[in-house]
């Protein structure tokens, strides 16, 4: 059973502060990590993904991944009250039979 | 470009009846994966669909079942319905399937209550 943890939270950090959502997975064979965000009400919509060790940048968002440690998070750089949602941990794997596993997901909120 | 559409938007049902529900992908999408969304388990895989095969199917009972046609859109079944199948059905289209690191489209769901 392939499993993908995350705490739940809520967390909450100040605006303009970093926010910095974790999450570890269970299959070392695992090959993609994506993060997902999901507003209250809404469908999950592609944030990040990153595939190599390291850290990937998109603007605000780093996403960062330790294969060896199978840890993969995700920072938010100067946080928003807009970045107020859910945020979900998704990792594929299973050569041959691929499968997206989700966390249950952080919940953030940023206080103004 | 129209997103992904599900139908319909919310759906009660009682114990032991069947449900179907409908997801038109994105135009030129072929894949469309479903996924069942309830507080206490998250967004768990239920199958994924690509060329009118299904390419994987999650830890579900066989009561659930779908299928795609020739146009890519999909439709799910769910058969001898349980209190806890409530929760909301995501769909979501991609060019291609999952494997290929694709990026997942979500539509807004159907939300079931089982009564």
């Known amino acids: 059973q392939k499993e993908v943890e995350q705490n739940s939270g809520p967390l909450s950090v100040p605006e303009g502060a970093i926010a910095s959502l974790n999450c570890t997975y269970s299959?070392?064979?695992?090959?993609?990590f994506f993060w997902y965000r999901q507003y209250s009400g809404k469908s999950p919509e592609l944030i990040m993904s990153i595939y190599s060790n390291g850290d990937k940048e998109d603007g605000r968002f780093t996403a960062q991944l330790n294969k060896a440690s199978q840890y993969v998070s995700l920072l938010i750089r100067d946080s928003q009250p807009s970045d107020s949602a859910t945020y979900l941990c998704?990792?594929?794997?299973?050569?041959?039979?691929?499968?997206?596993?989700f966390g249950k997901g952080t919940k953030l909120s940023v206080i103004p | 470009k129209a997103g992904v559409t599900q139908t319909p938007r919310y759906l009660i049902k009682t114990r032991g009846q069947q449900v179907t529900l409908s997801c038109s992908p994105i135009?030129?999408?072929?894949?469309v994966s479903w996924y069942q969304q309830t507080p206490g388990q998250g967004l768990q895989f239920l199958f994924e669909?690509?060329?009118?095969?299904?390419?994987n199917k999650g830890n579900f009972p066989g009561r659930f079942s779908g299928r795609q046609f020739s146009n890519s859109r999909s439709e799910m079944n769910v058969s001898t319905l349980e209190l806890g199948d409530s929760a909301l059905y995501l769909c979501a289209s991609s060019l291609a399937p999952a494997g290929n690191n694709e990026k997942l489209f979500f539509g807004s769901g159907t939300q079931l209550s089982v009564l």
């Open positions: 135009s030129g999408h072929r894949s």
């Open positions: 998704a990792v594929l794997s299973g050569a041959g039979s691929y499968q997206l596993t």
């Open positions: 669909y690509f060329s009118e095969t299904q390419r």
């Open positions: 299959d070392r064979g695992s090959q993609s």
